[in-house]
């Protein structure tokens, strides 16, 4: 068992993102320093976000691959765990969104996941419709929802274009999206079954705090 001082400071998701199997296998597995399971969660797929190197797959291959045996449109559940590119002590830019912002980085893989997963989820702060807009040029809004929604029948969705979605992003604990609620009602709104989703990050709390605010949500 590795001792506090080894165990490295991690951030969580709080969700457990139902991706498809397929996507990983184009997806590395992990390759460094040898994290101990102290520092992990227990899901049995845990993909891993970085700033200092390629997505990851820190746990999982083998569950993929039986999944993918049995159907080639499998889809798997996944934790992700990511390295913060804030320190620790740092709460200050793990929460407050103007410092964290600073801070965020992008990981590197794309996935697909259902829209209407994202949208059980919770992990849009609002929804937006052609009813209900974002309010800044709410004219244009309009007339680019409506583009995006004929797009979305006639192409499909253009994976060039993922949402994302940034983890423990509010209160250093929570995920939520960041990019893509348009996208989301316009897919559910077209029949858009999947739609390509990229993860971001920052900081996140201490495990001990998170695990305080999740009350057991994140074990």
């Known amino acids: 068992m590795a001792s506090k001082k080894d165990i490295p400071h991690l951030g969580w998701s709080s969700h457990i993102y139902p991706l498809d199997a397929a996507d990983f296998e184009r997806t590395p597995d992990y390759e460094g320093p040898p994290i101990p399971d102290e520092a992990l969660p227990v899901d049995a797929v845990i993909l891993y976000v ?30 992700v765990v990511f390295k913060p590119s804030v320190a620790k002590w740092n709460l200050a830019a793990t929460v407050v969104r103007v410092l964290r912002n600073r801070y965020r980085y992008h990981g ?80 559910l709104a077209c029949g858009v079954p999947k739609m390509c989703v990229e993860f971001s990050a920052a900081g996140a709390l201490p495990r001990g705090l998170a695990r305080l605010f999740l009350r057991g949500e994140v074990r």
């Open 108 to 187: 590197t893989g794309r996935y697909h996941i259902a829209a209407a997963a994202v949208r059980a989820m919770g992990l849009e702060r609002t929804i937006r419709t052609l009813e209900n807009p974002q309010k800044r040029g709410k004219a244009d809004r309009l007339a680019k929802m409506r583009k995006l929604e004929a797009s979305l029948r006639t192409r499909g969705y253009d994976d060039a274009c993922p949402i994302n979605v940034m983890l423990c992003r509010t209160g250093g604990r929570i995920d939520s999206l960041r990019q893509g609620h348009h996208r989301v009602s316009a897919c």
């Open 50 to 79: 970085r700033p200092d190197g390629p997505d990851a797959l820190l746990r999982g291959r083998t569950a993929i691959c039986e999944a993918l045996r049995s159907d080639a449109s499998a889809v798997v559940p996944v934790r």
